[in-house]
């Protein structure tokens, strides 16, 4: 049973509009959100967290929203570029683990 | 910058065959990890390690296991491999033990097991 869940596995945006992609999780003992991006034949890339005594994070074009009492947290690219299109994982920490979601593949098109 | 390199881009084994993923990171990194990437899966930790000589199982260790007899290097063996064991490889590595959310990934390896 997956405990992080990125229920769509791909999204495409228009170049210019807002990208949201989202995340659920299911232990309340997560204390800690990151976001990763991967481009094909690279490594995943760290891109931004939020800690969860926080709701929101910002890092220039990109905000990261956390609603604990939904356990969903969701990342909001303004304005979407085509060098944004990547796969994104979404990530949570509970003491020493770092548990990874099935990634959402993002398609930012021209 | 932090370089994470992992020795084979692409590798084509045979069932049964003992197959060795060699990871060496650039930074003086403690903490070292070893993930597989598979469809509709994410990153599945296979096992991991604090310290030279250290090692922890992950969430699927069955079928590997870990060498880290130095800090700079951390290698996957698979000691027989399987066709179920076909994947993408993610060594990642992390500056402490409380800095395990910033990783560093490599470039990762595709193993085939034909």
């Known amino acids: 049973d997956q405990q992080v869940k990125q229920n769509s596995p791909s999204l495409s945006v228009q170049e210019g509009r807002i990208s949201i992609l989202n995340c659920d999780y299911t232990n309340s003992m997560f204390d800690y959100f990151l976001w990763y991006k991967k481009y094909p034949a690279e490594g995943p890339t760290f891109l931004i967290s939020?800690?969860?005594?926080?709701d929101k994070n910002e890092d220039g074009r990109f905000t990261v929203f956390l609603n604990k009492s939904a356990k969903h947290l969701s990342l909001h690219i303004v304005p979407s570029q085509p060098g944004d299109s990547a796969v994104y994982f979404c990530?949570?920490?509970?003491?020493?683990?770092?548990?990874f979601g099935p990634g959402t593949s993002l398609s930012v098109i021209p | 910058d932090v370089k994470v390199t992992q020795s084979s881009r692409y590798l084509v084994k045979r069932t049964g065959e003992k197959v060795f993923l060699e990871c060496v990171q650039d930074?003086?990194?403690?903490?070292m990890f070893w993930y597989r990437q598979d469809p509709g899966l994410g990153l599945r930790l296979i096992y991991f390690s604090y310290d030279v000589k250290m090692k922890e199982k992950g969430d699927i260790p069955e079928g590997y296991s870990v060498s880290r007899e130095k800090k700079e290097r951390f290698s996957l063996i698979l000691e027989s491999a399987s066709t179920n064991q076909t994947s993408m490889y993610l060594c990642a590595s992390s500056l402490r033990p409380e800095t395990k959310e910033k990783l560093f990934f490599g470039s990762g390896t595709q193993l085939s097991v034909l």
């Open positions: 990530a949570a920490i509970s003491y020493d683990k770092v548990i």
């Open positions: 939020i800690s969860s005594i926080k």
């Open positions: 930074m003086d990194h403690e903490n």
